[in-house]
C-alpha cells in the first residue's frame, strides 16, 4: 500500500512550457542511461561474485600447506595446526554458498530497478492504464528489495562479529602463549565486537534513511498514476540523500584509484633478483610472484574504481532523473496531457499606472 507524500509547506511554483519540456528530454535521456548503467553494474557485480568464488577456493586449498610451512620456519615454535580440526569442513561450501547467492541476488536486485526505471519513464512521458499498472507491478517488486537493502546493512554487520572470533580462535590454536600473553579474555573481546558494532552504526543509519527516501519517492510516482498527488516533495526530500551518496562515491573513487596506482608503482619496484630473506624464499615467495600479487591487487582495485564510477554516474542521473519525474509528473492531471499555469514573466511589457498619493 503507498502513502502519498507529505505535503509541502511552501508553495510550489507554476511549472512553464521550457521547464516541461527540459523535464520531458531529462527522463527519456536520464531514464536509459540509468537502465544501461544498472545492467551494466549488474555483469560487473557478476564477474565480482566469480572471482570472490575462485578466490575463496584457492585460499581454502593452499592454507593447509601455508600453515605447514609457517610450522617448519619456525623451528618447532609453532604447532603444527590441523586444519579440519580448527576450520569445520562444512566452511568452504556454505561461504562458496552465500557468496553465489549473495551475488545472484545482487545481480537481480539491479535487474528489478532496471525494470522499475523503465516503467516509472513509461508512465511519465506516455501515461496509460497499462503503463501505470506495470509501474505497480515493477513498485510491488521493488520495494521488498529496498526493505532488503535497509535490513542487509545490518546484517553485513554480522560478517565481520563472526570473523573475529574465528580468527582469534586461529591464532589461540597456531601460538597459545602469544595469546595468553596478549591478555584476549572475553571481556577484551567483547569490547572489540562492542567497537565493529559502534563503527558500522553511521552507515547502517544513513543507509536506512536514504532508502527510506527512494522508497517515498516511489511511493509517491506510483499514487500519483491513479491520483493527484504531488510528487515535488518527495523529489526535494530525497535530492539531499542522493548527493551525500554521490559525494561518498566520489570519495571513495578516489581512494580506490590512489590505491590501484600505488600498487601499480609498487610492482614497477620489484625487481628480477632472487629475495635475500631465505624465510621468504622458502613459503615460495619470489620476486616475479610478489609483482604479480601487486598487480593482481591493483587490477582489483582498479575494477572496484571502475564499479565505483558507474555508481557515481548512476547516483548523478538519478537526482536529475527523480526531479525530472517529479516536474513532469506534477505539470498535469494523470492520465491527460499537462495542463501548464502561464508564465508570468511572458507577454508584452506593461508600463505601469501612475497612482495618486492622495
Same mark, same amino acid.
Given at each position: 500500500?503507498?502513502?502519498?507524500?507529505?505535503?509541502?509547506?511552501?508553495?510550489?511554483?507554476?511549472?512553464?512550457?521550457?521547464?516541461?519540456?527540459?523535464?520531458?528530454?531529462?527522463? @527519456?535521456?536520464?531514464?536509459?542511461?540509468?537502465?544501461?548503467?544498472?545492467? %551494466?553494474?549488474?555483469?560487473?557485480?557478476?564477474?565480482?561474485?566469480? &572471482?570472490?568464488?575462485?578466490?575463496?577456493?584457492?585460499?581454502?586449498?593452499?592454507?593447509?600447506?601455508?600453515?605447514?610451512?609457517?610450522?617448519?620456519?619456525? =623451528?618447532?615454535?609453532?604447532?603444527?595446526?590441523?586444519?579440519?580440526?580448527?576450520?569445520?569442513?562444512?566452511?568452504?561450501?556454505?561461504?562458496?554458498?552465500?557468496?553465489?547467492?549473495?551475488?545472484?541476488?545482487?545481480?537481480?536486485?539491479?535487474?528489478?530497478?532496471?525494470?522499475?526505471?523503465?516503467?516509472?519513464?513509461?508512465?511519465?512521458?506516455?501515461?496509460? *492504464?497499462?503503463?501505470?499498472? &506495470?509501474?505497480?507491478?515493477? &513498485?510491488?517488486?521493488?520495494?521488498?528489495?529496498?526493505?532488503?537493502?535497509?535490513?542487509?546493512?545490518?546484517?553485513?554487520?554480522?560478517?565481520?562479529?563472526?570473523?573475529?572470533?574465528?580468527?582469534?580462535?586461529?591464532?589461540?590454536?597456531?601460538?597459545?602463549?602469544?595469546? @595468553?600473553?596478549?591478555?584476549?579474555?572475553?571481556?577484551?573481546?567483547?569490547?572489540?565486537?562492542?567497537?565493529?558494532?559502534?563503527?558500522?552504526?553511521?552507515?547502517?543509519?544513513?543507509?536506512?534513511?536514504?532508502?527510506?527516501?527512494?522508497?517515498?519517492?516511489?511511493?509517491?510516482?506510483?499514487?500519483?498514476?491513479?491520483? *493527484?498527488?504531488?510528487?515535488?516533495?518527495?523529489?526535494?526530500?530525497?535530492? *539531499?540523500?542522493?548527493?551525500?551518496?554521490?559525494?561518498?562515491?566520489?570519495? %571513495?573513487?578516489?581512494?580506490?584509484?590512489?590505491?590501484?596506482?600505488?600498487?601499480?608503482?609498487?610492482?614497477?619496484?620489484?625487481?628480477?633478483?632472487?629475495?635475500?630473506?631465505?624465510?621468504?624464499?622458502?613459503?615460495?615467495?619470489?620476486?616475479? =610472484?610478489?609483482? @604479480?600479487?601487486?598487480?593482481?591487487?591493483?587490477?582489483?582495485?582498479?575494477?572496484?574504481?571502475?564499479?565505483?564510477?558507474?555508481?557515481?554516474?548512476?547516483?548523478?542521473?538519478?537526482?536529475?532523473?527523480?526531479?525530472?519525474?517529479?516536474?513532469?509528473?506534477?505539470?498535469?492531471? *494523470?492520465?491527460?496531457? @499537462?495542463?501548464?499555469?502561464?508564465?508570468?514573466?511572458?507577454?508584452?511589457?506593461?508600463?505601469?499606472? %501612475?497612482?495618486?498619493?492622495?
Amino acid at each position: 500500500m503507498t502513502h502519498p507524500s507529505p505535503a509541502s509547506p511552501f508553495p510550489e511554483l507554476p511549472i512553464t512550457d521550457a521547464e516541461l519540456a527540459t523535464a520531458r528530454r531529462g527522463v @527519456a535521456l536520464r531514464g536509459g542511461r540509468i537502465m544501461g548503467g544498472l545492467g %551494466g553494474l549488474a555483469a560487473l557485480s557478476a564477474l565480482s561474485g566469480l &572471482a570472490g568464488v575462485w578466490a575463496l577456493w584457492h585460499s581454502f586449498n593452499a592454507l593447509p600447506g601455508w600453515l605447514a610451512t609457517l610450522s617448519e620456519l619456525s =623451528g618447532g615454535a609453532l604447532p603444527n595446526v590441523d586444519v579440519a580440526g580448527v576450520v569445520p569442513v562444512w566452511t568452504l561450501p556454505v561461504l562458496l554458498t552465500l557468496t553465489l547467492l549473495g551475488t545472484a541476488l545482487y545481480v537481480w536486485a539491479m535487474l528489478v530497478a532496471r525494470q522499475t526505471v523503465g516503467a516509472a519513464r513509461d508512465q511519465t512521458l506516455n501515461p496509460s *492504464p497499462d503503463h501505470a499498472a &506495470a509501474l505497480e507491478r515493477s &513498485a510491488r517488486t521493488v520495494r521488498p528489495w529496498i526493505v532488503l537493502g535497509q535490513i542487509a546493512a545490518v546484517l553485513q554487520v554480522l560478517v565481520p562479529l563472526l570473523v573475529l572470533p574465528v580468527t582469534l580462535g586461529l591464532v589461540r590454536q597456531l601460538d597459545p602463549q602469544t595469546f @595468553a600473553g596478549m591478555g584476549f579474555g572475553a571481556a577484551e573481546t567483547g569490547v572489540m565486537l562492542l567497537g565493529v558494532v559502534v563503527q558500522s552504526l553511521p552507515t547502517i543509519i544513513i543507509t536506512w534513511l536514504i532508502l527510506a527516501a527512494i522508497r517515498r519517492w516511489l511511493d509517491a510516482v506510483v499514487t500519483r498514476a491513479r491520483g *493527484p498527488v504531488p510528487v515535488r516533495p518527495a523529489a526535494c526530500a530525497v535530492d *539531499p540523500w542522493l548527493l551525500f551518496t554521490l559525494v561518498l562515491l566520489i570519495l %571513495g573513487l578516489a581512494a580506490l584509484l590512489l590505491g590501484g596506482l600505488s600498487l601499480l608503482a609498487a610492482s614497477a619496484f620489484v625487481g628480477g633478483t632472487p629475495l635475500d630473506a631465505p624465510d621468504l624464499a622458502a613459503l615460495g615467495v619470489t620476486p616475479a =610472484g610478489l609483482r @604479480a600479487t601487486l598487480r593482481l591487487g591493483a587490477a582489483a582495485m582498479l575494477l572496484g574504481a571502475i564499479a565505483s564510477l558507474l555508481l557515481t554516474l548512476l547516483m548523478a542521473w538519478s537526482r536529475g532523473f527523480a526531479t525530472d519525474v517529479a516536474t513532469v509528473l506534477d505539470a498535469g492531471s *494523470p492520465g491527460r496531457p @499537462a495542463t501548464l499555469a502561464g508564465d508570468p514573466w511572458s507577454g508584452p511589457v506593461r508600463r505601469a499606472q %501612475g497612482r495618486d498619493p492622495n
